[in-house]
């Protein structure tokens, strides 16, 4: 028989039935069923000004606390909001050290909705 220093944790067997103690494992005693709730789809609101400029100084404050910066663009093209990554170098200048989304994935966005656009007018 092999010995355990700790006990077993809590395990999902597939079937909605959780295992939650090694005892009841080793008896067969009937698992408790776990219930699911249906989660709704999150309604996208208007962001007030106010509280978005709030985020983002505490994002900026975050980032700094790692010697970093953040920049927020608009990109006006591809209608999303770029983040850039700083870091200051020895000579106190900005460097770009990464983009979210990068470049590439902007001009995707503006491409295809620059096609989306074309068809339309297509269409009519």
């Known amino acids: 028989m092999i010995e ?3 006990p077993v944790p809590a395990t999902y067997n597939g079937v909605g039935k959780v295992a939650s103690s090694e005892s009841s494992i080793r008896s067969g005693a009937a698992y408790p069923q776990v219930k ?5 789809p999150a309604v996208k609101e208007a962001l007030d000004p106010k509280e978005l400029d709030q985020a983002l100084q505490q994002a900026e ?3 700094s606390a790692f010697d970093r910066n953040l920049k927020f663009e608009y990109r006006k093209e591809a209608d999303v909001y ?3 990554v700083m870091e200051m ?3 106190g200048h900005d460097n770009v050290v990464r983009k ?3 470049d ?4 995707f966005i503006q491409h295809v909705k620059d096609m989306f656009g074309a068809l339309i007018d297509l269409e009519a």
């Not at 699911?36 to 709704?40: A, T, W």
């Open 4 to 6: 355990r220093s700790a």
């Open 36 to 40: 699911y709730q249906k989660q709704e």
């Open 61 to 63: 404050r975050v980032a």
């Open 82 to 84: 770029q983040v850039l």
């Open 89 to 91: 170098d020895n000579k």
């Open 100 to 102: 979210i989304p990068p």
């Open 104 to 107: 590439e994935v902007v001009n």
